[in-house]
């Protein structure tokens, strides 16, 4: 142990001997803690049995002023005995009266017998002094505490006494904290230096058996380094090593596997292993880059001759029309260029006041884009490409002059190729393909040669679509004709069914409605509640001709107050609501008629309101029914309020 002390560096030393004085200053302090919470203790118990003699004193001086002197089995013994038994100021402690000859007047357990030799009266009594307190042994060998005073009215002592042992309880705790705190602390600190010290002998032998390793060839983890002092220094040059080759070891890994770019840095500039490796990374950088050269123009070539056999197969199919093999080529030619945009225009020449180039297909993000666009020859980017017959590559594009469109929004490409469709120095037509990537030379010289397949093919599937659409636009005509006769011949006998079930339907209507007149008052009434007209039965209930009501506002069939409840519910008709509700009405007589009215609104094609029906049934009956009935029930109430009040009266008598 003493020689591991020895070689350890100064700041592990320092750290040892500050725990240990930490562990002894820690030691001596919980005893100093002790000892004064014991004075404090003893000091606040002699404060309060002060206080508890002062009250003990005022109650035996308020009992001494009735009753001079003491006797047992008196008024006074008996008032007095409950308080002394009751008060009990320390746990464990006694409150008694003994007098002058040593007999117990008032005791928990002892009254009637002489404690002059007790050892805890026998000092008092020989003195008789005024007041003290001291300290003494029982029988059982444990040390009291009693405190006394003279109440001379009575020729006695009151005394107070305790057992230390109840007062210290909590201070023994403490005591045995601090005995156990310093022996965890010296556990801790004995426990704390052979963890400091083991480090050290591990340490060394960590860096015996990684040397010896190492120098068989085989891979080593790094250290740990526990420490900071000399030995740490060793371990930091050590894993530094280690991790020096490991790198070096990783970095042949990753150029065996074929990773050039694999980030490598040599210990030094004289490194020899490391540079080495460097050199050997350059020359391998080499050969591959020749490689990869080679095997790019090989796959070029390749590129181009599946390209042109697949739009060779593409453009041996027969097609309908030149707009479905522009609508072929342009998709096709667009995913094969990975581009993201792209365009046909043909040659319009059937009139030669108007030649001019039309967007024959377009062709973006793998949707068909059926765009309406003419172009002049001259005009833009597209007809000068057609005049000049060369292609237009470009990798810079004025802003809006064409936009690749997503469900993400617009943006302008990074480059656009335009290429003449061009047949022994006749132009058919001009591809135009835009993309967010820059364009090979490969790949442009590939476009061409596939424009000059197109031009051909788009000249013989243009001679054959105007044979076709000949012969279909006369065909067509003939079945037009036909299909017309026989279409007229079918409007004929809709028309005369249609005609019957009009005529059916409103027969129906009419029997519907003189049915529904000989019960219901029926009215039709304007948006604005005017009458427009009302069935016979309206008329002959209320009293009322058509001239009299034509035009006339609803509201003045009723009396005052029925016609504001009236228009507030003729408000929500008029926002679409049906309404069915009972009002007094006035007839032309003055006669009031009740009716139970049922409005409903009427809506034109266009949604609007175009009127109102009101249908009615005339309740007066039922309204003078009940009215009656109230009357009756009233009635009896009066007539069970008279026979109460002459009931009471014979009871009175």
């Not at 909590?170 to 963890?195: C, D, G, K, P, Q």
């Not at 016979?536 to 504001?564: C, M, Q, R, V």
């Not at 007839?587 to 034109?604: A, E, T």
């Not at 009896?636 to 008279?642: A, D, G, H, V």
Request: hydrophobic share 40%; with cysteine.
């Amino acid at each position: 142990m003493l020689r591991y002390l020895m070689n350890l560096g100064f700041q592990t030393k320092l750290r040892i001997f500050i725990l240990s004085l930490l562990v002894i200053l820690f030691t001596f302090g919980g005893f100093l803690v002790y000892y004064a919470q014991k004075a404090r203790i003893l000091n606040t118990v002699s404060e309060n049995a002060e206080i508890f003699m002062n009250d003990l004193s005022t109650i035996l001086d308020l009992s001494a002023k009735q009753y001079p002197a003491f006797e047992t089995n008196s008024p006074v013994y008996r008032s007095m005995k409950p308080v002394f038994d009751s008060r009990k100021y320390f746990e464990g402690g006694q409150v008694y009266l003994i007098g002058f000859d040593g007999n117990y007047l008032l005791h928990p357990t002892r009254e009637g017998r002489n404690g002059i030799k007790d050892n805890a009266n026998e000092a008092m009594l020989k003195d008789l002094l005024n007041r003290g307190a001291y300290e003494f042994k029982d029988s059982n060998g444990y040390e009291n505490r009693q405190y006394f005073r003279l109440f001379e009215p009575w020729k006695a002592f009151v005394v107070i006494t305790y057992t230390e042992e109840y007062l210290f309880q909590s201070l023994e705790r403490s005591r045995n904290m601090v005995v156990l705190i310093f022996i965890i602390s010296v556990t801790i600190a004995l426990s704390l230096l052979y963890l400091l010290l083991r480090p050290f002998s591990k340490t060394l032998g960590e860096l015996n058996k990684a040397l010896n390793t190492m120098s068989t060839g085989e891979p080593v983890d790094e250290l740990t380094v526990r420490s900071e002092d000399e030995v740490g220094t060793i371990v930091h040059f050590v894993n530094k090593l280690i991790h020096g080759l490991r790198q070096t070891a990783d970095f042949s890994v990753q150029i065996g596997q074929g990773n050039l770019d694999s980030e490598y840095k040599p210990l030094s500039g004289k490194d020899v292993l490391g540079n080495s490796m460097l050199q050997m990374r350059e020359s391998l950088k080499h050969a591959t880059e020749e490689e990869k050269r080679r095997k790019k123009e090989d796959d070029e070539r390749n590129w181009v001759a599946m390209g042109l056999a697949k739009f060779g197969e593409i453009l041996r199919t027969n097609y309908t029309s030149t707009r479905e093999l522009g609508e072929v080529v342009i998709q096709n030619l667009v995913k094969y260029l990975k581009a993201n945009q792209g365009g046909i225009f043909q040659l319009n020449d059937e009139l030669e006041s108007d030649k001019h180039l039309e967007l024959l297909a377009a062709f973006a993000y793998d949707r068909k884009k059926y765009l309406t666009k003419k172009v002049l020859f001259g005009e833009g980017l597209v007809g000068a490409c057609a005049i000049e017959k060369q292609t237009i590559y470009m990798t810079e594009i004025p802003q809006g002059y064409i936009s690749i469109t997503s469900g993400l929004g617009d943006a302008n490409p990074d480059s656009l190729l335009i290429v003449p469709m061009r047949l022994e120095e006749k132009v058919f037509g001009v591809i135009e393909i835009a993309s967010f990537r820059k364009f090979e030379k490969y790949e442009i010289e590939f476009v061409e040669k596939v424009a000059e397949s197109i031009a051909s093919t788009l000249s013989t599937v243009k001679i054959n679509t105007k044979t076709t659409q000949l012969l279909q636009q006369s065909q067509q005509q003939a079945e037009e004709m036909a299909a017309q006769e026989e279409e007229m011949r079918q409007n004929m006998e809709e028309l005369q069914a249609t005609q019957e079930e009009s005529a059916r339907r409103e027969f129906e209507l009419l029997n519907l409605i003189g049915s529904l007149d000989k019960h219901f008052l029926r009215s039709e009434l304007s948006p604005d509640g005017k009458i427009i007209s009302a069935n016979d039965l309206f008329f002959s209930t209320l009293e009322y001709s058509l001239g009299d009501l034509k035009n006339k506002h609803i509201t003045e069939i009723f009396p005052a107050g029925e016609a504001g409840d009236f228009s507030t519910e003729w408000k929500k008709v008029l926002d679409g609501k049906e309404f069915q509700g009972v009002f007094a009405a006035k007839s032309h007589g003055g006669d009031k008629v009740w009716l139970m009215i049922s409005l409903s609104p009427v809506q034109n094609r266009d949604g609007m309101l175009s009127k109102v029906l009101s249908f009615a049934i005339d309740v007066t009956g039922q309204k003078q029914n009940e009215e009656e009935l109230r009357n009756q029930m009233s009635h009896f109430e009066q007539l069970k309020e008279q026979w109460l009040r002459s009931v009471k009266g014979r009871k009175a008598k």
